[in-house]
């Protein structure tokens, strides 16, 4: 079983940065691809993007293409979300999630508690 604890949410001017980071328990991190969505009240769930086991291969929604960087740290149990280019309409709470599959087929198995991400204008 894997524990995921997502941290480094905040509150951002549009056009700043911010940068997630997803802890892992466990041993078996490297097992599972790396996913990476955002929710707003009353919206569903939605993709922002994937990142292989080895951390070769990622996807991204076209939304965040180009702003947003996902890398993983195999070694220290740890997914990161780097977002450039922040825009009001990316507020939202961020969740990681470990599973199966890539890109908009990823399934989680795994899922954090989430952290809130506010670009003001």
């Known amino acids: 079983q894997v524990q995921l604890a997502e941290s480094g949410g905040g509150l951002v001017q549009a056009g700043g940065s911010l940068r997630l980071s997803c802890a892992a328990s466990?041993?078996?991190?490297?097992?599972?691809?790396m996913g990476w969505f955002r929710q707003t009240p009353g919206k569903e769930r939605e993709f922002v993007g994937t990142?292989?086991?080895?951390?070769?291969?990622?996807y991204y929604a076209d939304s965040v293409k180009g702003r947003f960087t996902i890398s993983r740290d195999n070694a220290k149990n740890t997914a990161l979300l780097q977002m450039n280019s922040l825009k009001p309409e990316d507020t939202a709470v961020y969740y990681c999630?470990?599973?199966?599959?890539?890109?908009?087929?990823?399934?989680?198995?795994?899922w954090g508690q989430g952290t809130q991400v506010t670009v003001c204008s």
């Open positions: 466990g041993r078996t991190f490297s097992s599972y691809t």
């Open positions: 999630a470990a599973g199966r599959g890539a890109g908009r087929n990823f399934l989680g198995d795994y």
């Open positions: 990142i292989s086991r080895n951390g070769i291969i990622t």
